[in-house]
């Protein structure tokens, strides 16, 4: 089992900066990908990005390129993401996730992610 957690959520004004955090902690050694989801009020989880964590890109979905940025510290089990011109839209509550599946193709939904966290909310006020 590979145990998530979120931090880093909370409130900024459309236009402002947050980085999310995610600790893991149990099997980390059996995860390929990481990724993070996000779900708003009234609609399903969706992909934001992903990442293997064997190396290569990471791959954003559209509406977040150019602004948020994934990045990893092994030596710590973390995975950040940085989220630069944030927007009432990103509203949400941001999950990190893990895959154990190992894949060329980028793993962007959500059946493909086994361990999840508890998510963090994001508010971005206009």
């Known amino acids: 089992q590979v145990q998530l957690v979120e931090s880093g959520g909370g409130s900024v004004q459309a236009g402002g900066s947050l980085r999310l955090s995610c600790v893991a902690s149990g099997r980390t050694f059996s995860s390929n990908a990481m990724g993070w989801f996000r779900q708003a009020p009234g609609k399903e989880r969706e992909f934001v990005v992903t990442i293997r964590l064997s190396g290569g890109n990471p791959y954003y979905a559209d509406s977040v390129k150019g602004r948020f940025t994934i990045s990893r510290d092994a030596a710590k089990n973390t995975v950040y993401l940085q989220m630069n011109s944030l927007q009432p839209e990103d509203t949400a509550v941001y999950y990190c996730?893990?895959?154990?599946?190992?894949?060329?193709?980028?793993?962007?939904?959500?059946?493909?992610?086994?361990?999840w966290g508890q998510g963090t909310q994001v508010t971005v006020s206009s």
């Open positions: 996730a893990a895959s154990r599946i190992f894949s060329i193709a980028p793993l962007t939904t959500i059946s493909k992610y086994e361990f």
